[in-house]
């Protein structure tokens, strides 16, 4: 399995939620850190985040990238796209863009970072910012 499909595959296992199942293709003492710098250390942890954030929350993946110099034993992967979904009011969403970088290393994904437009969009529902993301 390519470093590319291996994370699509652990994506496409913890968007159903399977956090059990996405945990097959990370090492044992992976660093999670999701937006707003939240360390986790299983897929669990961001599914449980996620369950707080959200009704329910998908990945629209439009591209994924390999970095230059990747090798069988090492790979940077990025995962790009957008977020849709429900926020916990059942409000739904979709467009709210996401970008994943993971370290790949001997099969498994070592290292995962997160980011995405949630926390603004989530000011812009609680009042604390304009569209356009300025403080009101």
Known sequence: MTPADLVNEYLRLHMLPDPQGAAAFVAPD???????NRPMGHPA????FN???Y?????KIERTEVVAGASE????VYSLGTLY?????G?????????DRYVVKNGRIVQMDVWNDSAEWLLVRAGLADADGAPV
């Open 30 to 36: 992976i660093r999670i850190r999701f937006t707003g």
């Open 45 to 48: 942890d961001a599914t449980a």
């Open 51 to 53: 369950a707080k954030r």
């Open 55 to 59: 009704a329910w929350v998908k990945k």
């Open 73 to 76: 034993d090492e790979a940077i």
């Open 85 to 89: 979904g429900a926020w916990p009011d």
């Open 91 to 99: 409000t739904a969403f979709e467009g709210n863009r996401y970008v």
